[in-house]
């Protein structure tokens, strides 16, 4: 019952170049609770998925709807990693809404956001 986002995206050269290799600095939950280091990018599971149901027997997969965040020192910096991770899930998934381009009052840092459907199949 999880997307595969991590999985696609640490095995991309262009995200692991940008988002490091050990660890990878792509976090589930939306929440990135560990030392800061720049950029890196947390996704989380959004209202609009669930399984593909049924009546004459269980579903075969799952669709995943998913916001990805995206963080960073300089809005280049943010926008380099946007596109390697969108570069990444296209393969996989779809790209369904592009979101907020915010700089973040507390900690002056940049952020770009845009929303997965993910369908796995079980």
Do not use: H
């Not at 280091?37 to 995943?64: C, F, H, M, S, T």
């Not at 380099?80 to 809404?97: F, H, Q, S």
Request: aromatic share 12%; proline share 8%; hydrophobic share 35%.
């Amino acid at each position: 019952m999880i997307p595969p986002i991590f999985a696609v995206c640490s095995a991309d050269a262009a995200v692991k170049s940008l988002l490091g290799d050990s660890p990878v600095r792509l976090y589930p939950f939306g929440l990135q609770d560990d030392v800061k280091v720049y950029p890196y990018a947390v996704w989380q599971n959004i209202p609009g998925g669930g399984p593909e149901n049924y009546l004459n027997q269980r579903p075969d997969a799952d669709k995943y709807s998913l916001q990805v965040d995206i963080y960073g020192d300089t809005p280049i910096q943010s926008m380099n990693v946007a596109r390697a991770l969108r570069d990444a899930i296209e393969g996989k998934a779809y790209i369904t809404r592009w979101g907020d381009q915010k700089r973040d009052p507390e900690t002056k840092r940049y952020r770009y956001s845009f929303d997965v459907d993910w369908i796995v199949s079980r």
